[in-house]
């Protein structure tokens, strides 16, 4: 009897020294979902595929992409931001789109990024490329600028879409520029870049696929919109060294998760992400795709996000840009 006892009182204080720790270091214990707010088999998706076969690796559980598209990326936001459970099990991928640049443009969106979702870390930092028409006149910005400010041309752009980072990169660059350019959205990045082509538009802010046109002579890359050169990209130049001074309209792809997910969750988290940057051929794969590998901490990433939203906030603002 007093054996059975003992054991009793030594398994007690056993489980209350280590129940915290081991509840802690039991994350994850299932496989975790990572949102993709796209279809299938775009830019994101990729990056998500990519990095969340790593970030498994480190993790010891499978990580299952479920692919929400709609409305820019806000369909599948709203599904993390709103309705999933702040336990780590249910992680998105998000883009300025959802995140900084729609919600600077569109202030009634039914979530507010600060307030319902947590920064995990950045992905990449992907530069805008703006390819033009081979017969479009301006090869470099100073000559963007002759161009506008005299008149004769109607400078368009393509986009691919309201409230997309390309849109508001084009916009912040007539305003740094102080020179008129009239805005083109499409469904998308490939078919502006498709009207590109063909000459229906002079020119496009595009993501870094836009480059196999530019070398196979079916269009003419100006430079990249951010602020230093892109280690994917090194021989094209930025247009801020092109003379649109501080100018940086930079695109990326970073994680989240519901707000209250506790933080030791979200650094498990920040150490897988990070973990799968410095795997090799992740970094190598995603060079070749145009993008530049970003890790960062939570509190970095965050610091960031605001950044990106009050630089938005400022631009809609300035120039009361309202949605089409």
């Not at 319902?116 to 033009?132: K, R």
Request: hydrophobic residues 40%.
């Amino acid at each position: 009897m007093k054996r059975s006892l003992s054991v009793f009182i030594l398994s007690a204080l056993l489980g209350a020294a280590i129940g915290p720790d081991a509840a802690k270091a039991a994350y994850p214990e299932q496989p975790i979902t990572l949102v993709v707010p796209f279809a299938a088999g775009g830019g994101v998706d990729g990056v998500a595929r990519l990095i969340g076969k790593a970030m498994s690796e480190d993790l010891g559980q499978p990580i299952v992409v479920e692919n929400r598209p709609g409305a820019g990326g806000q369909v599948g936001t709203s599904q993390v931001a709103l309705r999933a459970e702040p336990d780590g099990y249910t992680v998105l991928i998000a883009s300025p789109g959802a995140i900084t640049a729609g919600p600077a443009l569109f202030p009634s969106l039914k979530y507010d990024p600060k307030r319902d979702l947590a920064a995990v870390g950045q992905a990449v930092t992907i530069p805008n490329v703006v390819v033009a028409h081979p017969s479009f006149p301006a090869t470099n910005v100073k000559e963007l600028v002759e161009i506008a400010k005299s008149g004769k041309v109607q400078v368009n752009y393509g986009s691919g879409g309201v409230g997309t980072s390309q849109h508001l990169a084009g916009e912040l660059l007539a305003y740094n520029l102080g020179i008129p350019m009239r805005h083109v959205p499409y469904k998308g990045t490939a078919p502006a870049v498709v009207d590109t082509i063909s000459g229906q538009v002079q020119m496009t802010f595009a993501d870094p696929s836009a480059m196999v046109h530019v070398r196979e002579g079916r269009l003419r890359a100006i430079g990249i919109t951010t602020g230093k050169r892109s280690r994917a990209l090194p021989d094209l130049p930025t247009l801020a060294e092109q003379g649109a001074t501080g100018y940086d309209a930079s695109n990326w792809y970073g994680f989240l998760v519901p707000k209250t997910t506790p933080q030791e969750v979200i650094d498990r988290l920040n150490k897988a992400v990070n973990y799968a940057l410095g795997r090799p051929e992740v970094v190598q794969a995603l060079l070749n795709m145009g993008m530049d590998p970003t890790p960062t901490s939570p509190a970095e990433f965050q610091a960031f996000l605001d950044a990106d939203f009050a630089r938005w906030s400022e631009l809609v603002k300035a120039l009361g840009l309202k949605p089409e």
